[in-house]
């Protein structure tokens, strides 16, 4: 068994120290030695998105990051989103437009749409279907999620108790 490497990076604006086996994937510290369960465990490959999070405010698959690559740095999961207890507006238009269904796939697209958001105050439709590109989902054939990161635009304003809607837009599980 391989010595723990410790690490001190950013969590969600949180200095944070972890300790973990030196092979682990950003993925896998942040689910198993973080408990941050939000971020999905998908194919492990690079191809579903399930496992996307950002990475000094870029979208990374954290499937194919190392740990040990993230010394110091700023990665924000999708319990990241919440605010002073209040819902990022994206959150609140998945939940409100049928953009989150099972909801298996949904942290990656919100940490992506919120990384698109940033960089574009309004981003077009096809920039929208670009940048979302590397996430799959199985349930809602996408018009939704679309639909959902269009309205954030124009609903920069969180307005809802998280309990009402989490359950589908990042609930650890
Ligand atoms: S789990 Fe990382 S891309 Fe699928
Ligand atoms: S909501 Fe089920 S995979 Fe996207």
Do not use: W
């Not at 989103?81 to 409100?96: C, K, N, S």
């Amino acid at each position: 068994m391989p010595n723990n490497l410790h690490l001190a990076l950013n969590v969600n604006g949180e200095p944070t120290e972890v300790a973990f086996a030196p092979y682990k994937t950003l993925l896998e510290v942040l689910r198993e030695d973080l408990n941050l369960c939000g971020t999905k465990h998908g194919c492990e490959l690079g191809e579903c998105g399930a496992c996307a999070v950002l990475l000094d405010g870029q979208p990374v698959l954290s499937c194919l990051v190392l740990g040990v690559e993230c010394e110091g740095r700023d990665v924000l999961t999708v319990e990241g989103l919440v605010t002073d207890g209040r819902l990022h507006p994206l959150q609140e238009t998945f939940a409100d437009l049928g953009a989150a269904q099972c909801g298996y796939c949904t942290p990656g697209f919100l940490v992506t749409a919120k990384a698109l958001l940033d960089e574009h105050a309004s981003p077009t439709r096809d920039q929208i279907r670009e940048a979302l590109a590397g996430c799959l989902c199985r349930c809602t054939g996408y018009q939704q999620i679309f639909e959902a990161v269009e309205a954030a635009i124009h609903n920069p304003q969180p307005i809802r108790n998280p309990q009402s809607t989490i359950r589908n837009t990042g609930e650890a599980r």
